[in-house]
């Protein structure tokens, strides 16, 4: 190639990088009045339907109490917090308390922060659902949208913390901590948790997942941690939300807190008979399989070589 049309070409392909630059939108949320914004709802409300255009929104630390959603078709959003243990986006909303239209609460109403929209990702940031222990479901998260990345985020919260509601959506999770009491990370999405601590604050169950019968992925656990409060020493792993439901624990330290069967029914229904629950190569007090209920099982070298970014999100890979 000559060197004009080197150069030709060179010019062409910086000028390209520059539009593409300028065509991303960067915005910042601060309660100080020193960003674009003072509240998360108001940036998310500038976002403009049928969004194509990636948009970063920096959030400066506070406590956010905003009942939160991003909205079908507002999509190619990233949200980064200044620091995760300081950027809280929080909400207080339960089943069984009165909504300010006059109707009750439910799981599917409970959440403080919904997100609807594709495309989405987040780090840097606690998301809360500060309603208390005995305030039932209450959800922090419900995320329904296709292609969702969490990297270095919190989840707080106590029952249904973490709402991953829908068989269509992928959604992966990596370097986070996610605490809760009863079913605290559930829902039909395809979800992958790469290196996430997830720690249970009550005898319970960590995942109620509801994966359709034809997804051959539901929840994966990959090098994870698996903790719990002292007082805590019979948690399950999973119970099974529907009868397909898909989990698996790979290379993970399982806790003392876990019971020794690993996984539980759901209200002795017939919901494990077709459950699709697994471990492989778990470590820590906990991960002795001898004792593991007869319809979960381990798998095989060769079983787990499936267990690929690319083989469970297939087109998408979140690490890119």
């Given at each position: 190639?000559?060197?004009?049309?080197?150069?030709?070409?060179?010019?062409?392909?910086?000028?390209?990088?520059?539009?593409?630059?300028?065509?991303?939108?960067?915005?910042?949320?601060?309660?100080?009045?020193?960003?674009?914004?003072?509240?998360?709802?108001?940036?998310?409300?500038?976002?403009?339907?049928?969004?194509k255009?990636?948009?970063?929104?920096?959030?400066?630390?506070?406590?956010?109490?905003?009942?939160?959603l991003l909205?079908?078709?507002?999509n190619?959003?990233?949200?980064?917090?200044?620091?995760?243990?300081?950027?809280?986006?929080?909400?207080?909303?339960?089943?069984?308390?009165?909504?300010?239209?006059?109707?009750?609460?439910?799981?599917?109403?409970?959440?403080s922060?919904?997100?609807?929209?594709?495309?989405?990702?987040?780090?840097?940031?606690?998301?809360?659902?500060?309603?208390?222990?005995?305030?039932?479901?209450?959800?922090?998260?419900?995320?329904?949208?296709?292609?969702?990345?969490?990297?270095?985020?919190?989840?707080?919260?106590?029952?249904?913390?973490?709402?991953?509601?829908?068989?269509?959506?992928?959604?992966?999770?990596?370097?986070?901590?996610?605490?809760?009491?009863?079913?605290?990370?559930?829902?039909?999405?395809?979800?992958?948790?790469?290196?996430?601590?997830?720690?249970?604050?009550k005898?319970?169950?960590?995942?109620?997942?509801?994966?359709?019968?034809?997804?051959?992925?539901?929840?994966?656990?990959?090098?994870?941690?698996v903790?719990?409060?002292?007082?805590?020493?019979?948690?399950?792993?999973?119970?099974?939300?529907?009868?397909?439901?898909?989990?698996?624990?790979?290379?993970?330290?399982?806790?003392?807190?876990?019971?020794?069967?690993?996984?539980?029914?759901?209200?002795n229904?017939?919901?494990?008979?077709?459950?699709?629950?697994?471990?492989y190569?778990?470590?820590?007090?906990?991960a002795?399989?001898?004792?593991?209920?007869?319809?979960?099982?381990?798998?095989?070298?060769?079983?787990?070589?499936?267990y690929?970014?690319?083989?469970?999100?297939?087109?998408?890979?979140?690490?890119q």
């Amino acid at each position: 190639m000559k060197r004009g049309v080197k150069k030709m070409v060179f010019l062409f392909g910086l000028l390209f990088a520059l539009q593409s630059t300028a065509q991303q939108t960067k915005k910042t949320v601060a309660q100080d009045g020193s960003g674009d914004y003072t509240t998360m709802q108001e940036a998310f409300n500038a976002i403009p339907f049928n969004n194509k255009k990636p948009i970063t929104i920096f959030i400066k630390n506070g406590i956010y109490k905003e009942k939160l959603l991003l909205d079908t078709s507002k999509n190619f959003v990233t949200i980064i917090g200044e620091d995760k243990f300081n950027t809280i986006l929080t909400y207080d909303d339960h089943t069984g308390k009165a909504s300010p239209k006059g109707d009750t609460i439910n799981t599917r109403s409970s959440y403080s922060f919904l997100i609807k929209a594709n495309s989405f990702s987040a780090s840097n940031i606690t998301f809360q659902n500060d309603a208390g222990f005995t305030a039932g479901q209450a959800v922090a998260v419900e995320s329904d949208g296709d292609k969702a990345i969490f990297t270095n985020c919190r989840f707080i919260g106590f029952q249904d913390v973490l709402f991953t509601n829908s068989d269509k959506s992928r959604q992966y999770y990596n370097n986070c901590y996610i605490e809760g009491t009863t079913d605290f990370i559930f829902g039909s999405a395809t979800a992958w948790f790469q290196q996430c601590h997830i720690h249970s604050k009550k005898n319970s169950h960590v995942t109620a997942a509801s994966t359709a019968k034809e997804k051959t992925f539901g929840y994966i656990f990959n090098d994870c941690v698996v903790t719990g409060d002292t007082s805590v020493h019979s948690a399950s792993l999973g119970r099974p939300w529907k009868p397909y439901a898909a989990v698996v624990y790979m290379h993970c330290f399982i806790g003392q807190h876990i019971r020794a069967e690993g996984w539980s029914n759901w209200n002795n229904t017939d919901s494990y008979k077709t459950a699709r629950y697994a471990e492989y190569k778990n470590y820590g007090p906990s991960a002795d399989i001898t004792k593991r209920v007869d319809w979960s099982k381990q798998l095989t070298d060769e079983e787990a070589k499936a267990y690929t970014l690319k083989n469970v999100f297939g087109d998408w890979n979140p690490e890119q």
